[in-house]
């Protein structure tokens, strides 16, 4: 089943196994296996997790709803159905969006909270959710135009040295 919040107080997937007595697919189950899984200790640790330290980056699973898309984390972080983060289908210039539409990529664009990110994109397979990777464009490209910024004062430096050694 897909995940849900029946009165518990976690949201929850569960896996039903029928039970047979036989392995022929006309005889009549015998009852079921219901394993239910708690979403907030079994998928949010996996849905956190980013391979280096980052302040900024996050990843996200999203679904479409009608004509809004739900944001599955806020479920899984605050355990309440009421606390649920949606935007409307019509802010295509969202990845979260773009993936919950079917979509799959990487591009610069913005959050939900107006950061410019650069995000990647996909639909999870055999389910109603995507998976959407950002992180802050100021975090990602920080260290790259700091380094640009030391070569071209070294640069600058070393042409002035040259200059200043042929004016002698």
Do not use: C, K
Request: glycine residues 6%.
């Amino acid at each position: 089943l897909d995940l849900h919040q029946d009165g518990t107080n976690f949201p929850h997937m569960a896996i039903i196994v029928p039970l047979q007595s036989t392995p022929t697919t006309d005889a009549p189950s015998l009852g079921a296996v219901v394993l239910r899984i708690n979403a907030q200790r079994a998928l949010m640790p996996f849905v956190n997790l980013w391979p280096v330290p980052t302040e900024t980056a996050e990843t996200l699973v999203v679904r479409r709803e009608g004509d809004e898309v739900l944001y599955l984390n806020t479920l899984l972080q605050s355990g309440s159905a009421t606390d649920l983060t949606r935007v409307p289908i019509s802010r295509t210039d969202l990845p979260a969006v773009r993936a919950a539409l079917g979509s799959s990529g990487t591009i610069a664009s913005v959050d939900r909270h107006g950061v410019p990110v650069v995000a990647a994109f996909m639909p999870i397979a055999d389910s109603p959710w995507a998976l959407v990777a950002s992180t802050a464009q100021a975090e990602l490209y920080g260290p790259l135009r700091e380094r640009a910024a030391i070569t071209i004062v070294i640069v600058v430096l070393l042409l002035a040295a040259g200059a200043a050694g042929i004016g002698f």
